[in-house]
C-alpha cells in the first residue's frame, strides 16, 4: 500500500519560515517525480514546486527564491524548505507522486500552513 504522508505544516509569522516533509512508503521515491501542491480556501489546487527523477527542480512564479524542495533518497522523503512566508501562502499543502504509467500516481492527505500574526 503506497502512503505518502506530510508533516510539518503549523502557524508562523509573516517573515518566517517552516520545512515541511514527506515520508513515503510503498513506492521509491526515486523513482518518481515528486511535488508539493497547495490549495487555499475556495481556490483550486495549485502545483508549488516539481523535483525530478533527475534531480531536476521547478518552482511557480510565486515562491521562487523563497522555497526550495529538495529530496533524500535514502530516507525515501522529499522536503520544501519555505522562508520568508506571506499570509498568502496559507493553504493545505500536499506531496504528490507521479510514476511512469498514468496508474502510478498518488496523493498524500496534506498539512495545513497558516502565515498570519
Known amino acids: 500500500q503506497v502512503q505518502l504522508v506530510e508533516s510539518g505544516g503549523g502557524l508562523v509569522e509573516p517573515g518566517g519560515s517552516l520545512r515541511l516533509s514527506c515520508a513515503a512508503s510503498?513506492?521509491?521515491?526515486?523513482?518518481?517525480?515528486m511535488a508539493w501542491y497547495r490549495q487555499a480556501p475556495g481556490s483550486q489546487r495549485d502545483l508549488v514546486a516539481v523535483i525530478t527523477r533527475m534531480g531536476d527542480t521547478n518552482y511557480a512564479e510565486s515562491v521562487k527564491g523563497r522555497f526550495t524542495i529538495s529530496r533524500d533518497n535514502a530516507k525515501n522523503t522529499i522536503s520544501l524548505q519555505m522562508n520568508t512566508l506571506k499570509p498568502e501562502d496559507t493553504a493545505v499543502y500536499y506531496c504528490?507522486?507521479?510514476?511512469?504509467?498514468?496508474?502510478?500516481?498518488?496523493w498524500g492527505k496534506g498539512t495545513l500552513v497558516t502565515v498570519s500574526s
Open positions: 504528490h507522486a507521479a510514476g511512469v504509467l498514468k496508474s502510478m500516481d498518488y
Open positions: 510503498g513506492i521509491i521515491s526515486s523513482f518518481y517525480n
